[in-house]
């Protein structure tokens, strides 16, 4: 998205330019003895002691005081009279003056005359001058003439002057000389901000890749919002993770290093100091160093504060910051914005978000829109932008898209997505591949996907693994994998390994009066989880471990949750529970349940009810029942049952 500026917009860049380039000409003049007057003037008690000094060295000068001449000169050559200085530096130059022959070449190179005030910069060099030094190096360097540079450079870096170090250390870096650090860390030391921000960059790097490894990145990911997939909002910084020994020293350092170039006022040093008090859960202050950093003007730290603002509760203030980020071209906050607006309702609003995010270059935009359609089963249209983020090289957007055209029927145009979603590192698209493989009968090459997204953590991956482990046989690869599965919440996992670990109990010795209550084995908590999450098989088992300790009252309360949920099991066993207490017209309308589900114990246990009712028809009904639906010796003693009953109603 292009926002326009007003002509006052534009006169005042024009205005940043040129100060701009009076700021840069100051770092290289040098300043004479004599030379007693701030350049920046602020108040009138300033400007009138600018005013006497000139006035003085003015007065001195004309009697041919070289010291006035050349900070006379120099005073206005920093005002930007390049006419009224130059006599004054040329007559100073030629009594040997060498702060006012670097600054004729301040003058010169102003006036778009680098050869000549290169010539003044090596007379003022060679005479001992390291601004003079710096400003020649520099101009070998915009020549290509990087030997000559280099030893300029370092002529002005060895007499400590701080711009000659970050200099010298820029050209080494562009080397891959690993003496560009020394220099670097010369400048830093002396103040220069910059410098501070890149020795951190170049420390915290080697920590990261020391603690990682050097193809392993530390950025993190955060999500504005369901559904909406954003990169972090603590301005996608690599962020290291937990180093040690020598690595943790090195990235406490180049903390120190960011923070002192943000107390200079370094916007981006601001702005990963922020992010590394965040990634550290020091959030408050890394809320003033994103302020600080985005009120100079850095759209990601603007972005970032609006993630910790919104974090906080406070969605309405993260708005503002995004909005502001967002306007000066962060797609990020653009992403964040388009979520907030579509969690609200306003899908218009979030379409328009999301179109300047994909418009700032952040594909995760189209990938959006794309989310946003299919939510409002717009298929047509989020295929297009699922496919477009695709083409960029968006994983999620490639899986997604294979996941679209599987459930159109076209599962050999999803293939090739789904592969290149997993490739690409997407656990999600390894998990589908395995089910895609599976559906075709291929177990072997669905294994081999599952085994992957597994690694990654998949947790139904996992599980499939652990069932695939189960059905070979080994039962240690199925406990490991099952324990990862129901660890990350899988409830039949939770099952499966409490089955596991329920076959290797030994079997219960005789209850003996008075004993203490045994508690609970592993194997029973992990049913209980399953149950606890609705698993209806987990719940029948928890409630026949209960029974067995002898809790009835917990042995209802589960049997009667499964059964109320449709388990003819518990329905049956909940009949039992009954019975033994009982209450046989209720337990035989939880039987009928059963029955009618199918459970040929259940219609067994109706017909016996029946018969001692006196009810033979009803109990010959039943029995027909429990033969048609077995197991094979419920089968047998249903038709003895009805046999008697046939007899007893023909005698």
Known sequence: MVFMGDRATLLETGRFVQRHARNAADEIIEAAGAVDAAVDTTTETDAENETETEARHRRAAECGDLASMSALGALLLRRGDLDGAEPYLRGATAEGDRA????????????????????????????????????????????????????????????????????????????????????????????????????ALALERRATETTRGPHETGTRLRTPGAGAVVPSGAAAAAVPGQPAGEAAGEAAEAEQWFRQAAARGHRRAALHLGAILEHRGELKEAGRWYLSSAKEGEAKAACALGFLLRDAGDEESAAVWWLRAAQDGDGNAANALGALHAARGEQQTAERWYRAAMDAGDVNGAYNLGLLCAAQDRIPQAEQWYRRAAYAGHREAANALAVLLLQAGDANGAEPWFSKAAEAGSVDAAFNLGILHAGRGDDRTALVWYERAAAAGHTEAALQVGIAALRDGDEQTAERH???????????????????????????????????????????????????????????????????????????????????AGSRNGAFNLGLLLAREGSEREAALWWTRAARAGHGRAALRLALLAARRGELTEGRRWCDRAVELGPAEVAERAARLSEALHQELTA
């Open 482 to 564: 099952l324990r990862c599965a129901a660890g990350g919440g899988s409830a039949e996992a939770a099952f499966r390994l409490a089955s596991v670990l329920d076959a290797r109990r030994p079997e219960p010795g005789p209850a003996v009066l008075g004993a203490p209550r045994e508690e609970k084995s592993e194997c029973e908590e992990w049913y209980e989880r399953a149950a606890q999450q609705g698993h209806r098989r987990a719940q029948v088992r928890v409630g026949m471990l209960a029974a067995g300790r002898g809790d009835l009252a917990e042995a209802d309360r589960w049997y009667r949750e499964a059964a109320e």
């Open 100 to 199: 006012a022959a670097n600054n004729l070449g301040v003058l010169l190179h102003q006036r778009g005359y680098p050869d000549e005030a290169a010539g003044w910069w090596r007379v003022a060099a060679v005479a001992g001058s390291a601004p003079a030094a710096h400003a020649l190096g520099r101009h070998h360097r915009e020549r290509g003439d990087e030997p000559a540079a280099e030893y300029w450079l370092r002529q002005a870096a060895e007499q400590g002057h701080a711009l000659g170090a970050y200099a010298l250390a820029d050209l080494l870096e562009h080397r891959s000389d690993v003496g560009a650090e020394r220099w670097l860390r010369a400048a830093a030391e002396q103040g220069h901000r910059e410098a501070a921000y890149r020795l």
